[in-house]
Each structure stands twice: as C-alpha cells, then as structure tokens.
C-alpha cells in the first residue's frame, strides 16, 4: 500500500460514503422540519413523491455511515477499520508539522482535527506522540471505544441491520430516543477522523470546514442539495421553508 492507493481508498471509499451519508441527511432532515407545509400541498402526487423521497434518504443515511463504522472484513469494505488498517502499512519518516511544532506549548496541535477529537472525546494526544503511529492508533482506538461513540455504533448498526436490512418487527430493541444525536456524532468522529488521517498519511485534506459546532453543515452537502432548497422554495415559498441548517 502506498500513499496514491490510500488516498484513492480515502476518496472512493470513507470521505465518499461520509459525504453521501450527509447529503441524504439534509435531504431528510429537510422534508421533515417542512412536513406540515408540505402536507398541506394540494398536489397529491408532489406530496407522495416528497414523502417517498424523504423515506429513502432516511435509510441511506444510515447505511452510508454505518458502511464508515463497518468492522474489518475477510472482504475489503471501504470502511475506518480498513483505512486504519492500510494506514499501519505506509512507513512514515518523519512529521514536518510535528517538528515545527516541537518547541511551542504542548496545548497546540499541528493537526486542527486532534483538538476537536480531544473535545468530542475527552481523551488527550501530546503533540510529539502523533509522530508515532502505534500510539497514535491506539488513542483512536481508545476515541472510538468511549461508552457514548461505541453505544452510538451499536444504535446505528442496529437499526441499519434489523429495521432498515431485516425489517424485523419484533427485534426486542428499547426506544432509540437520542438515535440521531448519536448520529450526528458519528458524523462529526467520521469527518473528523477522515481529516486528520488523510492529512497524516496522504497529505490531502478532504474536509475543511469540520468543527464540533451542533448542526454543522458542509458547505460542499449546501452546494450539492441547493436543488432541493430551490425546489421548496418554489413550492412552499422562500419566507415558508424552515432552514434548520442556518
């Protein structure tokens, strides 16, 4: 494995299925903020189809990112395990940020990413430890075994395996109340991660604008669903569209 495999992994796979799972996100959580309007829509067959499109997005949402929190495989599957698993493969020589950073305070990170990830987790990094890759993925290991992400991995896989997959109707599951809040922090461990490695390993960054902001959306999600923006606007009125995400 070298660096242009692993970027093409990054860019293929996790920043894609990231990104996707994003976009279907916005799609519903949209429609859902204007359902009332909507539903007053004397059109049937506008209605029916926005509802349609609403059911769908909501369960590509959750496949896209529980495709991002996948365990490995005997299949390659374009998944965080995997990419973490390539990443042990590339041998780096040396950080250069790291090195630059060296003589300054140990509160400042080179890497953006790291500071948000030591928030979100409560789990620290010194700055000269990301130099070494073994324990660098370790503390991303320990970041994703944390009681309030992996309980957010379980809801997801479980619902994507036994509600979205299965259609089971008696799984034994209790209410999934804080479902998509664990969602959104799932999101922002994926983009966060997402960042941070393909700057490390491929010196590439595919997110930009990550932070730990609630409700935070990619401007590249805004660019890719202004459509349906547009569309409601049209339908509904501009001043009538709940826009959850400003």
Not at 33 to 43: A, P, S, V, W, Y
Request: aromatic content about 10%; hydrophobic content about 40%.
């Amino acid at each position: 494995m070298n660096t242009e495999e692993l970027n093409s992994l990054f860019q293929s796979g996790l920043a894609n299925d990231l990104f996707m799972s994003q976009i279907h996100y916005f799609v519903f959580r949209t429609l859902g903020e204007n359902h009332e309007r909507i539903n007053t829509l004397d059109d049937k067959e506008q209605k029916q189809h926005l509802i349609y499109l609403q059911f769908s997005s909501h369960d590509l949402s959750i496949q896209y990112l529980a495709r991002v929190f996948d365990k490995r495989m005997k299949y390659e599957t374009s998944s965080l395990a995997l990419i973490l698993e390539k990443c042990r493969e590339i041998k780096l020589k040396d950080f250069l940020l790291i090195l630059e950073y060296e003589h300054l305070n140990n509160d400042l990170q080179p890497y953006p990413a790291i500071n948000h990830l030591e928030e979100v987790s409560g789990i620290k990094i010194g700055v000269k430890e990301i130099g070494k890759p073994e324990i660098l993925f370790d503390w991303i290991k320990s970041i994703l075994e944390t009681e309030k992400i992996n309980n957010a991995i379980i809801q997801l896989k479980t619902v994507r395996d036994k509600f979205i997959a299965h259609n089971e109707l008696n799984s034994g599951i209790e209410a999934l109340d804080d479902f998509w809040s664990g969602y959104a922090l799932l999101i922002k461990i994926g983009r966060l991660m997402t960042s941070l490695l393909s700057e490390i390993f491929t010196d590439t960054i595919y997110d930009h604008s990550v932070t730990i902001r609630p409700d935070e959306i990619n401007m590249n999600v805004l660019l890719e669903v202004n459509w349906l923006i547009e569309y409601l606007e049209k339908i509904l009125g501009r001043d009538s569209v709940t826009a959850w995400w400003e």
